[in-house]
């Protein structure tokens, strides 16, 4: 990716296949443009600029949340799109994360797509939820489709190819599923997490028998706290078990340094974060940011 100062060049597609073909093309000095919300402020935090953006917004493939079973999420949904539509249970940590992220302003343009595409972006808000959800995600490259595990996927996404597209997300909304996502800031809301907590928990006649918990902002990367999960499992989704279980996810994590925040500050804080979160899930909590 070739630095400069300089606007990048904007080419409108209307496909993912030119999308995905026009990539290939330019190779590095070209790369995909969402809501550019992230990209806007590369020069700020030092870091280069693709000399041409390919511009996502016209694709429609790329929008719009559907599906009859998986639920498909675009790329291009906005996290305005996301907070606004009603979720099922299952999903409501994703919609709740959508909701609490940034300001109207920026919701209302900023991307899934984009979300997952900022590299180096500790505090990200929908990378947790997706994590915590088990999403799968969906690429594009002019080689063919493909779809990889989160996980993996971010795993590996400082080497991903350049000219890959995400095209979306896929997620399963199992019926006794039941899920839920807080943050902490420091002022309120508009700010980026201090530490961001997102868990999925499967229930049966009150009692954990699966559970999936990401943190947000902790480390350099969201991740799964497997520690946590085997916290939960096999008692209720009460206040004193997801205590518990924060306390177990801060005492295996190495929180990652910051302005904002203390490594130690960003684990202090998931006790009560996990409590939050909780809350939600069973759907005893406020879903507004707290
Ligand atoms: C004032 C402000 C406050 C913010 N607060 C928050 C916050 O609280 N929480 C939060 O999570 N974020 C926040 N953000 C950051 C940003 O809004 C999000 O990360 C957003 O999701 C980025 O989406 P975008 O569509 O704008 O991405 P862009 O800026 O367009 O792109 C970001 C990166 O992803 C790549 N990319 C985009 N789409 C794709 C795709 N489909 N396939 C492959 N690569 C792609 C781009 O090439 C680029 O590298 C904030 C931003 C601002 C300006």
New binding site residues.
Partial sequence: MTSTQAPPEVRRVATVDEAVALLAELGPDA???????????AGLRGEPV?RTGVA?DRIAE?RGIGGDGPVTVG??TT?AALADRPAPPALAALRQAAAM???PQ?RN???????????G?A????VPALLALDARVRLAAAGGRAETDLASWLAGRATRPAG????GVELDAPAAQRSGYARLTVRGG????IASVALAVELSDGVVTAARVALGSVEPVACRSPEAEEGLVGGPLDAGRARAAGAAAAAACRPREGLDAPGWYRTAVLPALFERAAARAAGAGRTEES
């Fill in positions: 790369a995909p443009l969402a809501g550019a919300t992230w990209v806007m402020r693709a996502l790329l790329a291009m996290h992220s940034a300001f920026v343009v900023a991307t899934v797509g984009g979300n997952l595409g900022a590299r972006f505090e990200a808000d929908l890959e597209l995400i095209t508009g700010e980026y997490a």
